[in-house]
């Protein structure tokens, strides 16, 4: 139980849901850590009540993972080499659970379950950013969108496992571990692309030239922000940290920080790029087309 | 989507092999677990950790660069290894206990 040692309150809710996968006899277990189905049972029962903008909030994050999660997915038979498959599919993997975590909690604020906020909500209702809505464009390109997106998660989560929110605080303590791997694997394939041969490092640097303009929304306050004192991480904090930790990485691979202008933005508020719609659509259908069906 | 602009295939050069061997838990030997292609040691063990270990198969990982690896020849398997077939008097089964001896 050590991701969710930190909040003893959520620690011994959620200790008697895990307690079957400790009691298995082989050696390969699922192992004992926060699931998704706990915090929905949690919230079904009502033994943990989610205030409205808590749970707007839970749904940035988990909106932020879901779209990523969907955009890397795509790669799946699809990257360099079988083995930078997986990898890349067990990232995406990570962040669908961070995002089925997160969207489990939004949804008792709204009556709804996860499946309810990930299928049945439409485009302008997604509150995600406008960085994990981007095409994936090369292997190079998706590991520009990886760094930034990972850095970024990193040092978010390592903040908001000291929210006074105990549910958001569990999630982002079993979140960051896996974080912490995205951003390494995102460090150890920047510093290959940008010091390997002259192709690898042109498609690197074109890859964060594209991403460049979608970083300054991940660091926009609002007053969601304002009134979550205490619970929430206040983005624009981050950005110094964030900074220096991309400028260390990009001196490493001898590549520059480029100022440009910033994108639009606006997904916060439900103001999506074209992308969005098309990522939707994939990701909807099965579940509209059968409404209810399982599998 | 630009299908060029995406295609990242590896072309002619392929990454070495290595293989990987897993430990599952304390006071375990490593064992071998498989083999995978990486351009180097760090992805090696990277990959490793992506593949072998994803359902919680293990507490430490070890990569090898396959080349490393010294093996038998399978075309010798006779000269190798039959000769110990039929000597049954390296097993300990192969005694009589002696009468009195206690403690065996």
Not at chain 1, 96 to 106: D, I, K, N
Request: proline letters at 4%.
């Amino acid at each position: 139980m050590s991701s969710v040692g930190t909040t003893p309150v959520v620690a011994t809710a959620m200790g008697a849901a895990t307690g079957d996968a400790m009691a298995s006899a082989t050696r390969i277990t699922p192992g004992n850590a926060l699931r998704p189905e706990d915090i929905a049972g949690k919230v079904a029962a009502g033994s943990v009540v989610v205030p409205q903008d808590v749970a707007s909030y839970a749904l940035r994050l988990g909106d932020d993972a879901l779209i990523l999660a969907q955009r890397l997915g795509w790669w799946v038979s699809r990257a360099p080499e079988l083995e930078e498959d997986i990898a890349l599919s067990n990232i995406a993997l990570d962040l669908l659970g961070h995002a089925r975590s997160f969207l489990s909690y939004a949804g008792g604020a709204w009556g709804k379950t996860e499946d309810d906020l990930a299928y049945f909500r439409g485009e302008d209702e997604f509150c995600s950013a406008h960085l994990v809505e981007q095409p994936n464009g090369d292997f190079a390109r998706t590991i520009a969108r990886q760094l930034v997106v990972s850095t970024f998660q990193h040092l978010l989560y390592n903040r908001l496992v000291d929210s006074q929110d105990a549910t958001l605080a569990a999630i982002s303590a079993k979140a960051l571990k896996e974080v912490d791997y995205h951003q390494d694997h995102a460090y150890q394939w920047v510093l290959r692309l940008a010091l390997g041969t002259q192709e690898s490092r042109r498609r690197m640097v074109n890859g964060l030239d594209l991403t460049w303009p979608y970083i300054a929304e991940l660091f926009d306050d609002d007053e969601l922000i304002d009134r979550l004192e205490g619970i929430a991480v206040r983005p624009s904090s981050l950005r110094v940290a964030y900074d220096c930790r991309i400028t260390q990485i990009l001196a490493e691979a001898e590549l520059d920080v480029q100022e440009v202008p910033r994108a639009a933005g606006g997904g916060r508020s439900g103001r999506h790029s074209e992308y969005l719609g098309h990522i939707l659509a994939e990701m909807q259908v099965l579940a509209r087309e059968h409404p209810g069906a399982t599998w | 989507m630009n299908t060029e602009d995406t295609q990242t295939g590896s072309g002619g050069a392929h990454w070495p092999l290595w293989e990987i061997f897993v430990r599952s838990a304390r006071g375990l030997s490593h064992v071998h677990a498989g083999s995978l292609h990486a351009p180097d040691a760090d992805m090696a063990l990277r990959n490793a950790r992506d593949l072998y270990t994803r359902r919680n198969e293990g507490v430490s990982l070890w990569v090898v660069p396959a080349s490393a690896i010294i093996a038998s020849d399978p075309d010798a398997k006779g000269e190798f290894f039959e000769s110990p077939q039929g000597k049954d008097y390296r097993h300990a089964t192969y005694y009589t206990k002696s009468e009195g001896v206690k403690h065996l």
